[in-house]
Each structure stands twice: as C-alpha cells, then as structure tokens.
C-alpha cells in the first residue's frame, strides 16, 4: 500500500496535481549546506555532527556514514603521521542535474569543491591551502522538514585503501627542504605546470572555471581520467602526439590507459624512472643524508600502484611552504594536494624525471582533429 501511494504521488506531481514539498530552486543550498556540514565533521572526526547529516535507519545511509568515518579516521592518521595540523575546509558544492524522486526525495549531480587549509608543526608553520573536486551523484531525502543525504555515489579520493584489507597506516616523514635539489626548469616542464593548473577541473583552485579542456574525452565515469589528463600536461610541455600516443578520437590506449601510458613513457625516452617501492623506501636517506623524495622536481610524474598495477597518475607542481610536494590530477580532481594524501605505505611509487623539450608548446588547444567521443576500454585510473 505503501508503494501505492507513493507512486501516486509521484505520478500526481509528474502531472504538476502536487508540488514537492520543497522547489527546485532551494536544493543547491540544501546540498551545499549538508556537505560542508558532513566535510567539516569529517576533518575533524566529529561522529556526533556526522550522524546528523545521514538518513536514519537506512542501508544505503549507513553504509555512506561507514565511508565518512574511514576517511575521518584516515586524515586523523595521515596528518599526525605528517606533524600538520588541518585547519579548515570550505566547500562549494556545483549542482547540476537534479531529478525529483518523489514529493520528499531528490536526486542531484554535483561537483564537492573542497578548498583545506592546514599548516606543518615544525619546520616552516606558514598555512598552505589545497583543493579537491569530487563528482557526486546524491540522493537527499527529507523528514519533518529536515534534509537528510540518503546515499552518495562517488570515487573516495581519501579513502586510505579500497582494496588492500587491514592496510597499514601511514609512515611519518619529515621533510628536509636543505636537501632538495631543484633542478631549472625548463619551458616545456612550465608550460605543463600552465596546463595543469588551468584545467585540473572541480578543485578550487583550478582555473578555466573548473572545467575541463572541453575539447578531449572526459573518463570520470569510465574508469577514471588521470592518465588522459596527464598526456594532456605532456602534449601541452611540448611532446607531439604520434600514431601510438594521441588524444585523437577519445585517445589511443597509450594515451589513456594508465599502464599502457607507463609501458609508453619508458619506452620512448620522454620519461626517466629515478625511484620506485614503497612510502617507506622513498624517504629512507642515503649516505648523503638525502632520499628520492628530495630528488623530486616540478614536471615530475609519480605513477600510483596498488594491488600490482598503475591505478593513478599526478604531476608534480612544486612544494608547499615547509617543502612538501604538492600535486595535480584528476579523477579526483586535484589542485596543489600533498603528494601521498589518500595513500598510504602499502601503495608503491614511481617517480618520473620527464625530459620535455627545451621549448614546451604552450598549447590550451587540443589536436584540431581531436573529439570528445570517449574510446570504450578500461582506462584503469581509480583515485
């Protein structure tokens, strides 16, 4: 009976007989306001604050209030494992689709826009501040006049592993800014870091109104768009496109998928491996009292594994005032972020030396016979 009438109602509000309980208009507030409740309470560990933003007694709540409090847990960890200290976030959630359900449940696409702030214990105090942009489809539901997110589907950028049962937590580094050895750079590896920064999408941050490059494929919803994004940056630092490496036509497997990129990348000679293995062994000094973290330079790639194959990929644009390297990615979407945040000492790295060309292209421009149609084949970028 209870089915009934609500397909009733559903069916009498389709026919404009009866409004939702609340207009269209007022839901990007509604969104905006229980997600950056649910974000702040997540930042800081806040149970209390977390459960009022969750659809009692339902599966489907539970089960995202069961992620929330993963990623709570995993930021405590990773940020004392650090020596930083999270000061804040702001969000901005940008509505898109929005689909009544039934006079008193909504569906609504958006993009969370999360700007932190944070600062380290030691060293250089100064606060830094990092953007992510994650896609969400929400599903909100109200009761007695009070909104309520119902269920989320979305790519958890924080959750510390999706695969790996009972993974470690985090190894503490400390940065030592004396060591590193920054290398010029060149006007390729500038004009990739341009690149990056304008069209890293939904993060604040990112510039071209946090779109994306309207004129490649976008694969967000198709395994992930970081590796497309990457061979953007390099196409943009100078490297032509050929027969195996194109954005042409939603790209060549090399191009977009994320192993097929990494077999490309050595062997062409573009991209140098200087170290790999795991979070522990990257920051283990050597005799000189230096480890292959401080060799890392902007327009560097690090590679992600997990479970024996390449689940992500991100450029390094410099460092943040205590000499930390900071990234940009999508898929999520990733403006200036902690290089190691949403990972953890299980995840091995390789780190790239990229050989751009003394002269980049400085391209904002994709392939004139580019198209936006998206090759249908697993790309293989999860985070």
């Not at 209870?2 to 309980?21: E, N």
Request: glycine share 8%; charged share 20%; hydrophobic share 35%.
């Amino acid at each position: 009976m209870h089915i009934l009438r609500l397909l009733l109602a559903f069916w009498l509000m389709a026919q404009g007989v009866v409004a939702p309980a609340a207009s269209t208009a007022s839901i990007p507030t509604v969104v905006n306001q229980l997600v950056q409740k649910q974000d702040s309470a997540t930042l800081t560990d806040n149970r209390r604050m977390l459960e009022q933003v969750y659809w009692p007694q339902s599966d489907q709540a539970h089960r995202v209030y069961e992620k929330a409090l993963q990623r709570a847990a995993y930021l405590k960890d990773w940020s004392r494992a650090r020596q930083i200290q999270f000061d804040g976030v702001l969000v901005h959630v940008r509505t898109g689709k929005i689909r009544w359900l039934g006079p008193d449940e909504v569906r609504v696409y958006g993009a969370d826009q999360a700007q932190y702030r944070y600062h380290h214990k030691v060293g250089n105090t100064a606060e830094s501040r990092f953007g992510i942009g994650v896609y969400h489809w929400y599903i909100l539901a109200q009761k007695d006049g009070v909104w309520y997110i119902k269920d989320d589907d979305f790519i958890d950028p924080l959750n510390q592993d999706t695969r790996l049962k009972g993974a470690a937590a985090p190894a503490v580094i400390q940065v030592k800014p004396e060591h590193r050895r920054q290398e010029p750079l060149s006007q390729g590896a500038k004009d990739a870091i341009h690149y990056a920064e304008r069209y890293c999408g939904a993060a604040p941050g990112c510039g071209n109104d946090n779109r994306y490059h309207p004129e490649y494929a976008d694969y967000n919803w198709n395994g992930g768009d970081c590796t497309n994004f990457i061979s953007q940056v390099l196409h943009a630092g100078g490297f032509p496109e050929n027969g195996e490496w194109n954005g042409r036509y939603g790209g060549t497997p090399a191009w977009i998928n994320a192993t097929r990129f990494a077999q490309y990348l050595r062997r062409s000679g573009r991209a140098t491996v200087f170290a790999s293995g795991t979070l522990p062994s990257l920051i283990q000094p050597g005799p000189d009292g230096r480890s292959a973290l401080d060799d890392l330079n902007p327009g560097d790639i690090i590679a992600y594994f997990e479970t024996g194959r390449v689940v992500h990929n991100a450029i390094v644009v410099g460092f943040d005032p205590d000499g930390y390297p900071v990234v940009i990615s999508h898929s999520a979407d990733r403006y200036r972020v902690p290089w190691d945040l949403g990972w953890d000492r299980t995840t091995r790295y390789l780190f790239y030396h990229v050989h751009y060309p003394a002269v980049g292209a400085n391209k904002d421009q994709a392939s004139p016979n580019s198209t936006a149609s998206p090759v249908m084949m697993s790309v293989g970028c999860e985070r």
